[in-house]
């Protein structure tokens, strides 16, 4: 992965400070991250939740609202708008520079915001929120203490977890005038609303208004006991994987996979989609797939590796063997679950090998079947476990042929 620092002129004029993380290869697709109130780019969750996505193939541009983190300007002449408007500046630079967003994320009242700019950011095909509030006007509480103050002297100096921040009349006038109910319900696009039961901060009904005023397709997450900020790295980690695979599904990748024919049933075809150093695009048929190898080895382990498509396919092949003669011979056989591995072992240390020098693959392979099953049974179905065709295919010698493509199917 890749970051890069890099600044851009705000809604307000001042120089704001972002950072690009990008993937390795070209990215699939751009996200635009927006930060909890008072908080900054570099918050836990946003960190973790930009490296998901860039282990996914999607570069994440997070930036410092006005007056925030290393940005310039001052906070108390900021407000919901104006953030909405970074927001939107943000995604003007995207994609004068890279490519415009297509998916939105917010955190807190950043989520609320994301709500409110996406309508104005038109290449933006997914938006996603983590314990934002339903109506930007929800933040006023924190000042609570403060609002007679703000309203007679038009500012008040307010401390907002250990630190202080000044609060203009303006910012509350204007996240009291403002409503999300009518820009959600125009969205347009695909939601995602995460948020945690027990979040003591913005609670979870808001999650609920928020749903049920948006239009399909829609999903709510439950963030179970994980606070307002995602604090603990398992409620991070949690949230970033689950978004990940969400916005997956919402990314348009017919760039990525141009170089992929129409595949006749039967035949599969495998070709790098650029988005990685190892990552490939496997179509087989009308399915497609991804395959890559783990960072340990230098891929982004966005998918499963060669040889886990390879017991995969055993295990798949297994299962599906089993199920056909328990049919036939109407055994209660109610479930199945094969557990593989493979490794390489010395080929003096196998019993029943003809090879006896070198080394060799080890498959092993573990069954569970349950069912109402005798015993003599169950040995049946040891039996035909090997009779799986795959099974049969690694297990005997075979014959693969490479030869180059000619210009006229493809090469």
């Known amino acids: 992965m890749a970051s890069q620092k890099l600044t851009f002129t705000g809604s307000l004029g001042a120089q704001l400070a972002a950072r690009l993380d990008l993937p390795d290869g070209r990215p699939r697709a751009f996200a635009l991250f927006a930060h909890c109130f008072t908080c900054t780019k570099d918050i836990f969750a946003a960190a973790r939740i930009s490296a998901a996505l860039v282990e996914n193939g999607i570069a994440v541009m997070r930036f410092d609202f006005t007056g925030l983190g290393h940005s310039d300007g001052e906070f108390a002449s900021t407000n919901f708008s104006s953030n909405v408007q970074d927001l939107v500046v943000a995604a003007d630079y995207l994609r004068n520079h890279h490519e415009a967003p297509a998916i939105l994320i917010g955190h807190s009242l950043g989520g609320a915001a994301v709500l409110a700019a996406a309508g104005k950011i038109p290449e933006a095909r997914a938006v996603a929120t983590i314990g934002a509030p339903a109506d930007p006007s929800h933040v006023a509480h924190l000042f609570d203490g403060s609002l007679e103050e703000i309203e007679r002297e038009g500012e008040a100096k307010v401390n907002l977890a250990g630190r202080e921040f000044t609060i203009a009349k303006q910012f509350i006038d204007d996240v009291r005038e403002r409503s999300l109910t009518s820009d959600i319900g125009r969205l347009g696009k695909a939601l995602l609303v995460m948020h945690g039961p027990r979040d003591t901060t913005v609670s979870v009904d808001n999650a609920a208004q928020i749903f049920i005023a948006a239009k399909h397709p829609k999903s709510f997450v439950s963030l179970d006991d994980a606070d307002h900020l995602l604090s603990r790295k398992e409620d991070a980690r949690y949230a970033a994987e689950v978004l990940a695979a969400w916005a997956s599904r919402y990314i348009d990748t017919e760039a990525a996979e141009t170089d992929v024919e129409t595949v006749e049933e039967g035949d599969v075809v495998v070709a790098e989609n650029g988005e990685g150093r190892f990552q490939q695009t496997i179509t087989a048929g009308r399915h497609r ?50 557990r593989l591995s493979h490794k390489k072992i010395h080929a003096q240390d196998c019993e029943h090998c003809e090879q006896t020098t070198g080394k060799i693959d080890k498959i092993d392979r573990v069954l569970e079947l349950h069912g109402a099953l005798d015993e003599a049974t169950i040995t049946r179905l040891l039996e035909i476990a090997d009779r799986c065709p795959v099974h049969q295919t690694l297990s005997r010698e075979n014959v693969i042929t490479t030869e180059l493509a000619t210009a006229s199917t493809g090469g």
């Not at 966005?302 to 328990?326: E, F, H, I, K, W």
């Open 289 to 338: 797939l991804r395959a890559d190898e783990p960072p340990a080895v230098g891929g982004g382990d966005t998918g499963p590796s060669p040889y886990d498509l390879l017991l995969a396919s055993l295990g798949a092949c297994t299962n599906m063997t089993l199920r056909m003669y328990a049919a036939r011979k109407q055994i209660p056989l109610e479930r199945c679950v094969v």
